[in-house]
């Protein structure tokens, strides 16, 4: 009798079984994905600083250009600047974020490759990247010591916003994109293939 019983329960609790849930930097990287081969047109958000010059009155423009299963390439078009391409790698369950900055003639700058690996699992909206060893000692050649503290995030909220931030100590900078639409996609950054 307690076998009948048994047998039912068992097989009701092996169907409500279910696969681990996908991670927050997996689910990330997928919300990422699903804009690819779109553009979209940004500004600034943070409060407007000297360091920030570059960017007033550019227009600016994001461009999640190529995607694989393992790497998003995202230009970052300031006016006429192509320079900028932010890289979101996958890491075994991390992710990682770098800067790729070119010349015009596609050659790499001096600093460049520069980022760090997601803090923890972040979350399905956000992600964050403290600078890694390699960030640090290249800012610290360059001149840039305050930079070791830099924090970067990427933050994705589906059909309304995509925006990249960078903290540390007295500094403040974000840009964020409207999702809501899309714009023509700009020329290949410098250095595309």
């Given at each position: 009798?307690?076998?009948?019983?048994?047998?039912?329960?068992?097989?009701?609790?092996?169907?409500?079984?279910?696969?681990?849930?996908?991670?927050?930097?997996?689910?990330?990287?997928?919300?990422?994905?699903?804009?690819?081969?779109?553009?979209?047109?940004?500004?600034?958000?943070?409060?407007?600083?000297?360091?920030?010059?570059?960017?007033?009155?550019?227009?600016?423009?994001?461009?999640?250009?190529?995607?694989?299963?393992?790497?998003?390439?995202?230009?970052?078009?300031?006016?006429?600047?192509?320079?900028?391409?932010?890289?979101?790698?996958?890491?075994?369950?991390?992710?990682?974020?770098?800067?790729?900055?070119?010349?015009?003639?596609?050659?790499?700058?001096?600093?460049?490759?520069?980022?760090?690996?997601?803090?923890?699992?972040?979350?399905?909206?956000?992600?964050?990247?403290?600078?890694?060893?390699?960030?640090?000692?290249?800012?610290?050649?360059?001149?840039?010591?305050?930079?070791?503290?830099?924090?970067?995030?990427?933050?994705?909220?589906?059909?309304?916003?995509?925006?990249?931030?960078?903290?540390?100590?007295?500094?403040?900078?974000r840009v964020e994109f409207d999702l809501t639409r899309s714009v023509s996609a700009p020329p290949p950054p410098w250095g595309a293939?």
């Amino acid at each position: 009798m307690i076998r009948a019983f048994l047998a039912p329960a068992v097989a009701l609790l092996a169907g409500c079984a279910t696969t681990p849930q996908q991670a927050p930097g997996d689910r990330f990287f997928d919300r990422l994905t699903a804009l690819c081969g779109k553009a979209f047109e940004g500004r600034i958000v943070s409060p407007s600083v000297p360091a920030d010059q570059a960017f007033a009155g550019k227009r600016l423009v994001m461009h999640v250009r190529e995607c694989s299963a393992g790497a998003i390439r995202i230009p970052f078009h300031v006016g006429e600047d192509r320079s900028r391409t932010w890289v979101i790698t996958r890491q075994g369950r991390a992710l990682r974020l770098k800067h790729d900055h070119r010349h015009a003639d596609g050659s790499e700058d001096r600093v460049t490759q520069y980022g760090g690996d997601s803090a923890g699992a972040g979350s399905v909206q956000r992600q964050t990247f403290p600078a890694d060893a390699f960030t640090k000692a290249l800012l610290v050649r360059e001149g840039n010591r305050t930079g070791v503290d830099n924090v970067w995030a990427v933050e994705v909220q589906p059909e309304r916003t995509f925006a990249y931030e960078l903290r540390r100590p007295n500094r403040f900078f974000r840009v964020e994109f409207d999702l809501t639409r899309s714009v023509s996609a700009p020329p290949p950054p410098w250095g595309a293939r």
